[in-house]
């Protein structure tokens, strides 16, 4: 940045940091706002000297209109009608809002419009507003749906969240829907978008800097959408937010705390839980210590998904700070009053944090 | 305002007419125009992109039914303005943040010290620094770099007087200045 650089540069290199609203999604919202200035427009009131010369040029936009409608009927993307919910084996067991998001290849959310009778059938015309996923390389089709796929079919103006499957083979598959209307429909749009853009990250030519922004504290951290965006495509250009993360709360766990029993809370368990379940597929033996710390210092019958994690985490660890591992993961074998589930896990550990024998 | 700055600002108001009169393709030419820094603007208050888009949409059409009362086409960006901090103040006051901008409300007033203008050289750091931010602060920083509204806009757009902008743009560049600190020792 130098001194030379004007105003508007400046401006510009600020705006180019803004990258919460993705392409697509900001396109998707000047369409939509394109059509209401439009309908905007034509509840305006007009003034006199207006009319006269709009009714002048009326037959001719009329003729160019006709011609115009006519051509976009022709040429207009073809519409696929959504019949019912086609689920594989994988989204039917576990239909996880946010998994589900990298599971599909388009996830977007749709209005319903009023229901058309066509073909015998009623069909509810849904109309794409925001893309937050479209792995398919092309442009999406019109669709419709009818009543099988969102009982009861959903009225005018409602909002649904749409998982859909593509390939060329099977063609289009819905594979869930969540109304997103409701309070909780606009959690979980927003956890769905976030987890997208994450989803997006590792295809960004400066995904360090980009997994910065979007894991930081003021966004959200390493929340479940972003937890769920990192096991479904683990990037190691995400460990160093991770690990200073795991610090943090490493630190935390580690101080004296008031209360009951001075437990740590839910929510710092919730999130290291969390920060084993994406550092152990990056195979980040850095965090190795502070989980198996972490994890001694989590009430009893809490230990065991930091555990289960640890073998992965130490996969490329140094003999050292393997055995390091192994000495505090043994101590819950030794505990006096030890729970079944941690001690389970503590010995299935056991063996893959083992080093050679000097 | 400087000489450059005012022949910017000449054709905006030609828009401005011409979108007063109902040319819908002369307002999405004002929307192309300002909509990139009205989404940042908004965005440093709603984290939330969708729902930042959703509070853009609502300005921009707010704002085209409204055109036809607007008497001085050099005050459009203010309107702009005023209608997105109304929209972003409801939001805010929705999420039951009330007290924090009555608390602002009721700021003293420190003279303000109009000294040699910022540079915010380092772009990034100001991006950064900016989220750390209280949101009044964020706000009347935004306004004056990124719009580079007078003190007298500011205070027009935000409806506030004019010692409380001189206060609150004193303030808020002291912790702009922390926070860049801050994060570049980091």
Redesign the interface.
Same mark, same amino acid.
């Given at each position: 940045m130098t001194e030379s650089r004007s105003h508007a540069d400046r401006v510009a290199a600020l705006l180019a940091l803004e990258d919460r609203v993705g392409a697509e999604q900001y396109a998707a919202y000047r369409r939509r706002l394109d059509g209401r200035l439009r309908r905007a427009a034509r509840r305006r009131p007009i003034r006199p000297r207006t009319l006269a010369a709009a009714a002048a040029l009326l037959l001719a936009l009329g003729g160019l209109a006709s011609f115009l409608s006519d051509s976009r009927r022709r040429a207009g993307p073809p519409t696929v009608v959504l019949r019912e919910l086609t689920r594989d084996d994988v989204i039917a067991a576990d239909p996880h809002p946010y998994r589900n998001v990298a599971r599909c290849q388009v996830v977007a959310v749709v209005r319903a419009g009023p229901p058309v009778q066509q073909q015998g059938e009623r069909r509810v015309p849904l109309e794409v507003e925001n893309v937050f996923r479209n792995e398919t390389g092309k442009e999406l089709p019109a669709f419709q749906c009818t009543g099988e796929v969102l009982p009861p079919a959903p009225t005018s103006e409602q909002r649904v969240l749409v998982y859909l499957t593509y390939s060329r083979q099977q063609g289009w598959g819905c594979a869930d829907v969540v109304p997103v209307d409701s309070p909780s429909g606009r959690n979980i749009r927003r956890g769905v978008e976030r987890c997208a853009e994450l989803l997006r990250a590792p295809d960004s030519p400066d995904a360090k800097r980009l997994y910065e922004r979007l894991l930081a504290e003021g966004r959200g951290g390493l929340d479940e959408a972003a937890g769920c965006a990192l096991c479904c495509r683990p990037d190691s250009r995400s460990a160093d937010v991770l690990l200073r993360q795991l610090r943090r709360l490493h630190k935390r766990i580690g101080e004296p705390r008031e209360g009951p029993g001075g437990w740590v809370s839910e929510d710092d368990i919730e999130q290291l839980v969390r920060l084993a379940e994406v550092l152990a597929p990056l195979r980040e033996s850095r965090a190795a210590l502070p989980l198996a710390e972490c994890a001694r210092m989590l009430p009893r019958g809490r230990r065991a998904p930091i555990y289960r994690q640890l073998p992965e985490v130490c996969a490329t660890a140094p003999v050292d700070l393997k055995a390091k591992v192994r000495r505090l993961v043994a101590k819950e074998l030794t505990e006096h009053h030890p729970d079944g589930r941690d001690r389970a896990a503590a010995a299935a550990a056991l063996p893959a944090l083992s080093v050679p024998a000097r | 305002m400087t000489s450059s700055e005012s022949d910017s600002r000449d054709p905006e108001r030609e828009w401005v007419l011409r979108a007063r009169?109902?040319d819908?393709d002369a &307002?999405?030419h004002l /929307?192309d125009l300002h909509?990139? @820094?009205l989404?940042?603007f908004v965005?440093r208050f709603v #984290?939330?992109? =969708?729902t #930042?888009?959703d509070i853009?949409?609502d300005v921009?059409?707010i704002l &085209?039914?409204r055109l036809p009362e607007l008497r001085a086409p050099e005050a459009f960006r203010v309107w702009l303005y005023q209608i997105a901090h109304d929209r972003v103040v409801d939001l805010l006051r929705r999420r039951r943040r009330e007290e924090q901008a009555h608390e602002v409300l009721r700021n003293g007033l420190v003279e303000y010290e109009e000294g040699p203008e910022e @540079?915010? =050289?380092? /772009? =990034?750091l100001?991006?950064?620094a900016l989220?750390?931010l209280s949101p009044e602060h964020r706000e009347v920083l935004l306004l004056r &770099?990124?719009e =580079?509204l007078s003190l007298e806009e500011i205070a027009e757009a935000l409806r506030l007087s004019l010692g409380t902008v001189k206060s609150r743009l004193h303030y808020a560049r002291l912790a702009l200045r922390r926070q860049v600190e801050m994060i570049d020792h980091d």
């Amino acid at each position: 940045m130098t001194e030379s650089r004007s105003h508007a540069d400046r401006v510009a290199a600020l705006l180019a940091l803004e990258d919460r609203v993705g392409a697509e999604q900001y396109a998707a919202y000047r369409r939509r706002l394109d059509g209401r200035l439009r309908r905007a427009a034509r509840r305006r009131p007009i003034r006199p000297r207006t009319l006269a010369a709009a009714a002048a040029l009326l037959l001719a936009l009329g003729g160019l209109a006709s011609f115009l409608s006519d051509s976009r009927r022709r040429a207009g993307p073809p519409t696929v009608v959504l019949r019912e919910l086609t689920r594989d084996d994988v989204i039917a067991a576990d239909p996880h809002p946010y998994r589900n998001v990298a599971r599909c290849q388009v996830v977007a959310v749709v209005r319903a419009g009023p229901p058309v009778q066509q073909q015998g059938e009623r069909r509810v015309p849904l109309e794409v507003e925001n893309v937050f996923r479209n792995e398919t390389g092309k442009e999406l089709p019109a669709f419709q749906c009818t009543g099988e796929v969102l009982p009861p079919a959903p009225t005018s103006e409602q909002r649904v969240l749409v998982y859909l499957t593509y390939s060329r083979q099977q063609g289009w598959g819905c594979a869930d829907v969540v109304p997103v209307d409701s309070p909780s429909g606009r959690n979980i749009r927003r956890g769905v978008e976030r987890c997208a853009e994450l989803l997006r990250a590792p295809d960004s030519p400066d995904a360090k800097r980009l997994y910065e922004r979007l894991l930081a504290e003021g966004r959200g951290g390493l929340d479940e959408a972003a937890g769920c965006a990192l096991c479904c495509r683990p990037d190691s250009r995400s460990a160093d937010v991770l690990l200073r993360q795991l610090r943090r709360l490493h630190k935390r766990i580690g101080e004296p705390r008031e209360g009951p029993g001075g437990w740590v809370s839910e929510d710092d368990i919730e999130q290291l839980v969390r920060l084993a379940e994406v550092l152990a597929p990056l195979r980040e033996s850095r965090a190795a210590l502070p989980l198996a710390e972490c994890a001694r210092m989590l009430p009893r019958g809490r230990r065991a998904p930091i555990y289960r994690q640890l073998p992965e985490v130490c996969a490329t660890a140094p003999v050292d700070l393997k055995a390091k591992v192994r000495r505090l993961v043994a101590k819950e074998l030794t505990e006096h009053h030890p729970d079944g589930r941690d001690r389970a896990a503590a010995a299935a550990a056991l063996p893959a944090l083992s080093v050679p024998a000097r | 305002m400087t000489s450059s700055e005012s022949d910017s600002r000449d054709p905006e108001r030609e828009w401005v007419l011409r979108a007063r009169r109902g040319d819908v393709d002369a &307002f999405r030419h004002l /929307v192309d125009l300002h909509d990139r @820094r009205l989404l940042y603007f908004v965005l440093r208050f709603v #984290a939330d992109g =969708e729902t #930042a888009l959703d509070i853009l949409q609502d300005v921009w059409l707010i704002l &085209f039914r409204r055109l036809p009362e607007l008497r001085a086409p050099e005050a459009f960006r203010v309107w702009l303005y005023q209608i997105a901090h109304d929209r972003v103040v409801d939001l805010l006051r929705r999420r039951r943040r009330e007290e924090q901008a009555h608390e602002v409300l009721r700021n003293g007033l420190v003279e303000y010290e109009e000294g040699p203008e910022e @540079r915010l =050289e380092q /772009v =990034e750091l100001v991006h950064h620094a900016l989220d750390q931010l209280s949101p009044e602060h964020r706000e009347v920083l935004l306004l004056r &770099f990124l719009e =580079e509204l007078s003190l007298e806009e500011i205070a027009e757009a935000l409806r506030l007087s004019l010692g409380t902008v001189k206060s609150r743009l004193h303030y808020a560049r002291l912790a702009l200045r922390r926070q860049v600190e801050m994060i570049d020792h980091d």
